[in-house]
Every structure is written in structure tokens, then in C-alpha cells.
């Protein structure tokens, strides 16, 4: 069965089947499609919210297949500041480019761009919902390491409001993976997405304790705690700085086990477990990449 992505949008993991995730991953490990196989072609990058390591490393993906990028980081440069709405400014972006990222902080934002834009949409993360890309690149990153996504994976802390949670755990779910659950308490993963996960094959444990999914984890998948996601600052207060990862915690994990992080880190993984032989969450930034230049090449037709 041939997988066919020209001309598609890529806005939730959910929207992926099993197949398809392994082909954009394939894509990812070749080399033949880097070059200029997308010079002539333009990327507007829109970020409504901070990022660094996600609007960086699509910039890259893009120059790197010879193509050029415009767009803004700063939303106050942009109309939107006079009051123009979101679908008019995808609207008018749809064209001048050849493909669209967008990152916004409102749920539902970018499947509203995809509905209107003329060209492809890849969602860089819209509020809690969904990050795409962030889980391909997880999802890489694991198979590099295991050699198979039928892991054991913890994801330990804000299982609440991270949308990295949600994309990797539908990600993971279609190769029936268990996922082990430790959060502080009011960051519990929901029960709908519980639901959800299980209904597409995932199995789904709740850890006693952060030692305890340590111990049985093969990636340890860490999570900070989003300030910026709390309606109430009181309750932020009291979780912030409820879990930390050091390298004495990860005496009782099996010798193979790999900690991960979405980036960017506060205070829940120390220092010192970067120089551990476990650490991957730089690999991460650096698989990013040939993701992104697959996903980028499969959307625009050229692999």
C-alpha cells in the first residue's frame, strides 16, 4: 500500500496511522532526499509563542533542502496586532508560501489554518493540544535507541497540559506500547486521553511512585511542569518543583533505560544526568532535524 502525504496537513498524531508514522520515520534515516530537492520553495514560519529548539530546527530543515523561510516570532510585528483575525492572516500567508508552520497558544488553531489555507499546515504545538512533530522526533529518537516503539515508556510529570504527552502517547499507542503514568497530584493524565490511548492499543499503568517508574521504565520521558498553562498561579505554586531527575535516582533503572525531555528544562532533570550515558534529550534537538526535513519533503512532494 503506498503512502501518499503531498499536499497534507500535519496537525495531530491522531490523524497518522501506524504505517504512516513508520514511513515518515524511514524517510527521516535516508539521506538520498537532502540537497536542494526543495530550492525555489518557501516555508512561513508563524509563531505565536515562544520556541527556540522547534522554530529553529524547522528553519534549518528547510535550508538544509535549499528552500528559504519567512515569517515572524514576534506576533506584534504582524497584522494581528491591528486586529486582523487568524484566518485572514492564514488566508493572505497561504499566498505567499508553499507550506505553513504555525505554533499558537489557542487549542484548535491550527486545524482552523489547515480548513482555510491553500497550502499545507504542519502545527508546531497549539496550546495543550498537540505537537506533531515533537512526537515523530520522540518517536525516532526511541527506535534509534531500542530498535522498536513496543517499549515500556514513564512519562513522569505535567501529564495534564503537555501537549507532548498527548501527540507521543497516540504516537505510541499504534505500536502497542505501555505506558507507565507518574505525575504530582492535579497533573494526572485525563481520563479521557486515558480512554483515548487504550482504545487505540496503548496500556496504561499509574506508578505509586516516581522510583517506581524509574525502575521499570526503557525511556523515562520527562515533562516540566508549564507555568504558563495554569489558569490559577496559586496551583502551579504547589507543584512546582515536585519531582527532580538525578543521577542517584537512576541507580535503580535498568541498565538500558534512556531518559528523554521535550525541552526546554527548569529544575526537574539535574545537570548532572547530562553526562550520564543515559541521557538523550540533546540527541533529540539533533534527530529533530531529519525529521523535520522529512516531514517538509513528504508534504511537498518531492520524496
Known amino acids: 500500500m503506498r503512502v501518499e502525504f503531498a499536499g497534507r496537513d500535519l496537525v495531530s ?10 514511513h515518515i520515520l524511514n524517510t527521516a534515516e535516508r539521506t538520498e532526499f537532502s540537497g536542494d530537492v526543495l530550492k525555489g520553495r518557501l516555508m512561513c514560519s508563524l509563531f505565536f509563542e515562544p520556541s527556540t529548539r522547534t522554530r529553529l530546527s524547522f528553519e534549518t530543515a528547510m535550508k538544509r533542502l535549499g528552500g528559504e ?33 504555525l505554533r499558537h497558544p489557542r487549542e484548535g488553531a491550527a486545524r482552523l ?34 530498535g522498536r516503539l513496543k517499549v515500556r515508556v514513564a512519562m513522569v510529570g505535567d501529564l495534564k497540559y503537555a501537549r507532548t504527552v498527548r501527540s507521543l502517547g497516540q504516537g505510541l499507542a499504534k505500536f502497542g506500547a505501555r505506558l507507565l503514568l507518574s505525575s504530582p497530584p ?8 486515558c480512554a483515548e490511548l487504550e ?18 521504565a526503557d525511556v ?19 507543584v512546582q518543583g515536585a519531582y527532580r531527575i538525578t543521577p ?15 525541552l526546554p528544562r527548569v529544575d526537574e532533570i539535574s545537570p548532572e544526568v547530562d553526562h550520564t550515558d543515559r541521557a538523550r534529550y540533546f540527541h533529540q534537538v539533533r534527530n529533530s532535524i531529519p525529521v523535520r526535513m522529512a516531514v517538509l519533503s513528504l508534504l511537498l512532494g518531492v520524496v
Open 248 to 262: 542517584e535516582l537512576l541507580e535503580i533503572a535498568s541498565s538500558r533505560m534512556i531518559v528523554l525531555h521535550p
Open 113 to 146: 489554518a489547515a480548513e482555510v489555507s491553500d497550502v499545507p499546515v504542519i502545527n508546531a504545538g497549539d496550546g495543550s493540544n498537540q505537537h506533531p512533530t515533537q512526537a515523530l522526533t520522540d518517536l525516532y529518537t526511541i527506535r534509534r535507541e531500542h
Open 220 to 238: 523515562l520521558y520527562v515533562t516540566r511542569i508549564q507555568k504558563e498553562r495554569f489558569p490559577d498561579p496559586e496551583e502551579y505554586r504547589k
Open 69 to 101: 523561510v519567512v515569517g515572524f516570532a514576534k506576533p506584534g510585528a504582524a497584522s494581528l496586532s491591528k486586529g486582523e483575525n487568524l484566518t485572514d492572516t492564514i488566508k493572505t500567508v497561504s499566498c505567499y508560501s508553499d507550506v505553513i508552520v
Open 13 to 22: 498524531m491522531r490523524e497518522l496511522s501506524r504505517q504512516e508514522i513508520e
Open 199 to 216: 482504545s487505540m492499543g496503548a496500556r496504561l499503568e499509574v506508578c505509586t511512585s516516581i522510583e517506581e517508574a524509574v525502575e521499570r
Open 186 to 193: 492535579g497533573l494526572e493524565m485525563s481520563e479521557e486521553l
